[in-house]
């Protein structure tokens, strides 16, 4: 669904840390690393608002062809 575009390859390469991450904490248990919990905290927040920034980006860039088109 992306057409060869590069807008969801950074939250691929996101997702796929997150998941050793949670593999590694699931396996070894992480009990005192607070900063590290914190910052993948964020990290979902940051991909909340790189999805809705590459989304206002399509739309403006939609809205533009449609207008050189007419």
Given at each position: ?70
């Amino acid at each position: 669904m992306s057409r060869r575009r590069w807008f969801p390859v950074p939250l691929f390469f996101i997702q796929a840390a997150l998941v050793c991450y949670y593999c590694y904490v699931t396996v070894f248990g992480l009990h005192n690393w607070f900063w590290i919990a914190a910052f993948v905290n964020r990290l979902f927040d940051l991909e909340l608002l790189y999805v809705a920034g590459c989304a206002i980006y399509r739309i403006r860039a939609m809205k533009s062809r449609r207008n050189r088109i007419s």
